[in-house]
């Protein structure tokens, strides 16, 4: 009989129950590239899908597999596939299931380099439209017979709009289009997408998984809840090789971590494993400290505009609520006109000027003329990013530390 455990023992059990070698408590890095096979017929049956096992490192490795195992567990989902960053795993999932005759529907509020990459996309000739996601109407408006992807983020970055999760989830399913959401911002901690019915999960490992900005990664999970016997772009020669729940993932795999090239390495995957165990732990001290300085700025005179949906004036507070354990470790703040954002910032010694999130350390860049500059001012406007927007990455430090910081700042 399976004992169920809670979210941190699991993760911390997860490499040992798996008994890896010498009794060692994590799985060790493997470093190799390729892999040796005494019976070539068993090197010739991975190649073809007929049994599991490594061949060579760029699709498969390990230590990786390890890391894969415990974001499913994370997601509740069937299988998984990890990537060098997060935005290789964006990318190679679209290019692995998309064809250039498809269409895709997407949130306008999607985060900067994704929606760069989504650009190059439509310069290459296909056919994506964004939306406001934070209401269905507008996704089900632009819904067309090509429609084979849906793609919204659980909290925008950096203005945190909130999709209209369930009722967009409940719109894929009766429509047989792949539902893709980005859970980076809330982690499998705080939410599971499997629970508004999205096919596909998307994480950046590098952010609250790995959380301590010391390792690169990215992954895509599959809930199991797509049908991919019924999706038509699955290529010929996976099926009858593979069951029919596992061609979409084995696809993102071969036609997207495999030929795109986007290889998680061991020792990255080593490092976001170890920094997992102490998800809960982070998060919980992250969120708390989050909603306390974003009603330390509400308050404050010299801050025009708090976004944070822990605030109840957050036009999706309730939505967050009813969703999310927590409401994250992100918040934006635009400052009034009278004050330099860059002098500011440059002011604050505790907080860290830098482009990251989800790191153990609280950390601000100005959002108009960094992450979000490439896009212009019509865009920016268009997203709801005002031009003196600072985004903050609420870390673990002592909360009357950050708000003297802060407080100091202001003046």
């Known amino acids: ?18 008994k890896p070698e010498h009794g060692s408590l994590h799985k060790p890095i493997h470093t190799s590239v390729t892999y040796g096979h005494e019976d070539v017929q068993d090197l010739v049956d991975i190649f073809q899908n007929k049994k599991k096992g490594y061949a060579y490192s760029r699709q498969g490795n390990p230590t990786v597999t390890a890391l894969e195992h415990k974001v499913t567990n994370m997601e509740k989902g069937v299988s998984s596939v990890a990537f060098s960053t997060g935005m ?15 269409h895709i529907v997407a ?20 056919d994506i439209t964004f939306v406001d996601a934070t209401d269905v109407k507008n996704v089900r408006n632009e819904i067309k017979e090509n429609t084979k992807l849906v793609f919204v983020e659980t909290i925008a970055n950096p203005a945190t709009q909130i999709a209209d999760l369930e009722a967009i989830g409940d719109l894929c399913q009766q429509k047989g289009i792949i539902y893709m959401v980005d859970n980076t911002m809330t982690s499998p901690y705080l ?3 499997i629970n508004v019915k999205a096919g596909l999960v998307i994480n950046s490992l590098t952010k609250y998984i790995g959380g301590h900005g010391n390792a690169l990664g990215g992954s895509v999970t ?13 290529f010929p020669s996976f099926k009858g090789q593979v069951k029919p729940e596992a061609l979409g993932m084995t696809q993102v795999r071969k036609k997207g971590l ?7 390495s061991p020792e990255a995957a080593h490092s976001i494993s170890v920094g997992s165990e102490t998800l809960a732990l982070r998060l919980d001290r992250a969120c708390s400290n989050a909603l306390a300085l974003a009603k330390y700025f509400e308050s404050h005179p010299k801050i025009k505009k708090v976004f944070y949906p822990g605030l109840e004036s957050h036009p999706q507070h309730d939505r967050a609520a009813k969703l999310f354990s927590k409401f994250g470790g992100l918040m934006s703040i635009e400052v009034d006109e009278s004050i330099d954002i860059f002098a500011f910032l440059n002011k604050l010694q505790l907080v860290v000027k830098s482009s990251n ?11 108009a003329h960094t992450i979000f500059f490439e896009l212009g001012a019509d865009k920016r406007a268009e997203m709801g990013i005002p031009e003196s927007m600072i985004r903050l990455s609420v870390g673990i430090e002592d909360l009357d530390d950050l708000i003297e910081d802060f407080k100091a700042a202001l003046v």
């Open 258 to 264: 495999r030929d795109a090239g986007g290889t998680l």
């Open 88 to 102: 290789a795993a964006i990318s190679a999932t679209v290019m692995a299931l998309v064809k250039h005759t498809d």
């Open 357 to 367: 999130l989800g790191d153990t350390r609280t950390l601000a860049i100005p959002v």
């Open 107 to 126: 949130s306008s509020f999607l985060f900067g380099n994704t929606r760069s990459i989504f650009q190059t996309y439509i310069d290459m000739g296909l």
């Open 1 to 18: 009989m399976t004992t169920k455990r809670g979210f941190t023992t699991t993760l911390l059990h997860s490499d040992r129950l798996g």
């Open 222 to 234: 599959d809930t199991g809840l797509f049908n991919w016997e019924v999706f038509p772009n699955i």
């Open 191 to 193: 939410f599971n997408p």
